[in-house]
């Protein structure tokens, strides 16, 4: 009896220590499981720093590549000095070594050290591109497309075709391809009169070529915009469009170029209005030449407009296809965008949900390859009536897609956050990918690579409660392939359900 007694206890003991060894491990796994963010320049108050990065986002231009797939960034956000005063926007880079990020160059300041610098894409060789506002000796002369090369941080000025005679300029680089070939637009000036923008393309020299358009009214007035390019050279953007016979405006419409800068193709738009303007918008572009954006949708009978419908170009012709909304009111209006694609030519972006004549809000939306279908992507909870905003705004060559969603807690809004979305379409708030104490919450997923590494914004608290308010910063965070994201999900999901199964006898 004595025996057995003693052997039930030395087996209890083991037991004991396998488990509490096993609980060790387990928990270390997790912590080892939990994924770095790199954050982007910091801000501390009294002392100044950078905070509140923003971006370029779908209807205001383009949508732009802020991360590459070495993990390196590139962005814009607010400076300010030691006391608390703006100094403006600058143009940063960080990436996910753990070094510190750097402001990127200027072109000159005002009399206040203020100055507008926006950093918009990043190529696979980390040179970055954007627009800087240009100062001699105080004075104002514009914007001017900036690149900022890998090995350094200074500003060069790319060429400006028109100046006004004071050589004030309005010019802005939207993207570059690995060859360092840069697109964007440029306002026309003759003498100093407005002639509406062009689109231009930038050799990796900087020097600077018109893009062909689709006509000029009477004034010579016109409107142009290359908003993405591929690794060949090929163009997409839009051009506004002249009715050759009576001189008028018909609207904007996608167009592709050439590296010579010659139209190549006047894309499809699917509808026009009673007066016969069309408008279009390209957003994005891959290596094969497709092209998904946006087209407004008219009433064929009143020609009243009834919102912008996400539409797909193929690369092999000019056809435009109207992919599908999550329905629409009562007089059909809806919305819906395509911002990114894919090489296998997945697109993502959002679409207005409908419940009979209620919205829902936005959600997000994916629609593969050669079908018009949207498929809805999962969010982080509704309100008790089922509503919600979710966005995708990013898509790498895997099919992960990245953006935000807002989250709800047993339906009360508790903020926006981080999402990516996998093949199954299922919604991961990212924030549950990294360590809770991380002081990080991480709230909009603006780009991911095709290496994992997902570029956005967060608030950032750098030192707990009572301390610093929390502030707006960047982050990366390299997220594993498809197949290792579910272990790593795994794994969290399991600390967590034995975390709270610990708590209970």
């Not at 980390?126 to 240009?134: S, Y």
């Not at 018009?372 to 992507?377: N, V």
Request: aromatic share 8%.
């Amino acid at each position: 009896m004595r025996l057995h007694s003693s052997l039930r206890t030395c087996c209890l003991v083991a037991t004991s220590c396998l488990a509490i060894g096993l609980v060790l491990f387990f928990v270390s796994s997790v912590e080892a499981a939990y994924l770095t963010v790199y954050g982007g320049p910091t801000y501390k108050s009294g002392e100044g720093g950078y905070k509140d990065p923003s971006y370029i986002a779908y209807g205001t231009g383009t949508m732009c590549l802020p991360v590459n797939d070495d993990g390196t960034a590139a962005g814009h956000v607010i400076k300010y000095n030691a006391s608390d005063s703006s100094l403006g926007r600058r143009a940063v880079r960080w990436d996910g070594t753990g070094a510190d990020a750097v402001e990127l160059g200027i072109l000159g300041v005002d009399a206040s050290e203020k100055t507008e610098v926006k950093a918009f894409a990043i190529n696979s060789s980390g040179t970055a591109v954007g627009e800087a506002k240009k100062y001699v000796s105080g004075v104002d002369m514009g914007y001017c497309a900036a690149r900022w090369d890998a090995s350094g941080t200074g500003a060069s000025e790319l060429e400006n075709i028109w100046t006004k005679s004071s050589g004030y300029s309005n010019t802005h680089a939207y993207a570059i391809n690995s060859s360092g070939i840069t697109v964007g637009n440029t306002t026309k000036y003759d003498g100093d009169e407005d002639r509406g923008t062009r689109a231009v393309r930038w050799d990796a020299s900087g020097k600077a070529l018109e893009l062909e358009n689709l006509g000029e009214l009477s004034a010579g007035h016109a409107l142009g915009i290359a908003n993405c390019i591929n690794s060949s050279g090929l163009i997409a953007g839009s051009s506004l469009k002249v009715d050759g016979i009576t001189g008028h405006s018909l609207g904007a419409y996608c167009v592709r170029w050439d590296a010579s800068g010659a139209i190549v193709a006047e894309l499809q738009n699917l509808w026009s209005s009673g007066s016969g303007i069309s408008i279009s918008n390209a957003f994005a572009m891959n290596e094969s030449g497709t092209v998904v954006g946006s087209s407004r949708k008219y009433d064929a009978v009143t020609g009243d407009g009834l919102g912008d419908r996400a539409v797909r170009w193929d690369g092999s012709g000019i056809t435009a296809t109207e992919l599908e909304c999550l329905g629409t009111d009562d007089e059909e209006v809806s919305q819906s965008i395509a911002v990114a694609v894919n090489d296998a030519g997945t697109a993502v972006g959002y679409s207005d949900k409908y419940d009979g004549s209620d919205n829902l809000g936005s959600r997000a939306v994916r629609w593969d390859a050669s079908v018009s279908t949207a498929t809805e992507l999962g969010d982080l909870g509704t309100s008790p009536e089922g509503i919600t905003n979710s966005f995708a705004i990013a898509i790498n060559a895997s099919g992960t897609a990245v953006g935000y969603a807002n989250k709800y807690d047993t339906g009360v809004f508790v903020g926006r956050r981080a999402v990516l979305w996998g093949d199954d379409g299922a919604a991961v708030d990212l924030n549950t990918l990294i360590a809770p104490d991380s002081g990080w919450t991480l709230s909009e997923a603006w780009g991911i690579s095709n290496t994992g590494w997902v570029a956005g914004i967060g608030d950032y608290d750098p030192d707990g409660a009572g301390g610093q308010e929390p502030y707006v910063r960047a982050f990366l965070v390299q997220v594993p392939e498809p197949s290792g994201l579910t272990l790593l999900i795994g794994v969290l999901l399991g600390a967590f359900f034995w975390r709270r199964r610990r708590n209970f006898p």
